[in-house]
Nanobody, 125 residues
């Protein structure tokens, strides 16, 4: 059974950093594309980043410049390192897995196959 569990969300001050984790079970993370998305209250789900099976990574506008996605195959976990956080980064962050296709690298949430339940990031002073 495929399962994704996010963790690491917290309340952080502007300018601070957080590292989110997406722990996978039921499959091996380096076989699939794993993406991070976020959803702020009243807004649509927004693509942050994707890491594909080869290890290459791509970023949406939400993740460019301040966020880094990386993978630990030994822990079967994908991380999102977030630096220089801003209040507008406040959202529930979700990780998702795509077994086949290109939805992850193009930031299309509807094409992702499995989703975690999300972790809340709040950036506020």
């Amino acid at each position: 059974q495929v399962q994704l569990v996010e963790s690491g969300g917290d309340l952080v001050q502007p300018g601070g950093s957080l590292r989110l984790a997406c722990a996978a079970s039921g499959f091996t993370v380096n076989y699939y594309s794993i993406g991070w998305f976020r959803q702020a209250p009243g807004k649509e789900r927004e693509w942050v980043s994707c890491i594909v099976s080869s290890g290459s990574d791509v970023y949406g506008d939400a993740g460019k410049g301040r966020f880094t996605i990386h993978r630990d195959n030994a822990k079967n976990t994908v991380y999102l390192q977030m630096n220089s956080l801003k209040p507008e980064d406040t959202a529930v962050y979700y990780c998702a897995a795509e077994t086949r296709g290109s939805s992850c690298v193009f930031g299309r949430p509807n094409g992702m196959d499995y989703w975690g339940k999300g972790t809340l990031v709040t950036v506020s002073s």
